[in-house]
């Protein structure tokens, strides 16, 4: 079977925030049949190397009657929002970084979500 990569917008929605200095962020697949191809791509260790630099720590959690995954990006936010001069101090941008990284999928799956078919 021939794969490709895509980026994560394409196969789901995520939504991020804060909680002192650790940025959560959860991801959720587009539809059901896509959970167990994000649950095995999108690692705690993929995501701390898309955010090499950025991050000490990830730690994810799966939620799959929510066909969806949470991770805690610990050290993100540079003390937190009260402490941080960072511009994006409440961590809200990390969910669509996390949406422009690439996993590898069947060219079959890629071409379906990409056209946006359900």
């Given amino acids: 079977m021939s794969a490709t990569t895509i980026q994560l917008r394409y196969l789901a929605h995520a939504r991020s925030g804060d909680k002192g ?3 959560n962020v959860g991801l959720i697949a587009l539809a059901p ?3 167990d191809v994000l649950a095995e791509q999108v690692t ?19 939620l799959p009657n929510l066909n969806a995954l949470n991770f805690l990006l610990h050290g993100a ?3 937190g929002g009260t402490l941080s001069l960072k511009t994006d101090a409440q961590g809200k ?3 669509t970084a996390l949406l422009r990284m690439e996993i590898t999928v069947p060219r079959k799956l890629a071409r379906r979500w990409r056209a946006g078919d359900d």
Avoid: I
């Fill in 93 to 95: 941008v990390f969910s």
């Fill in 21 to 23: 200095d650790t940025a």
């Fill in 33 to 35: 049949a896509l959970y």
């Fill in 44 to 62: 705690a260790r993929r995501v701390a190397k898309h955010f090499k630099g950025m991050v000490s720590g990830v730690e994810r959690f799966e």
């Fill in 77 to 79: 936010l540079d003390g």
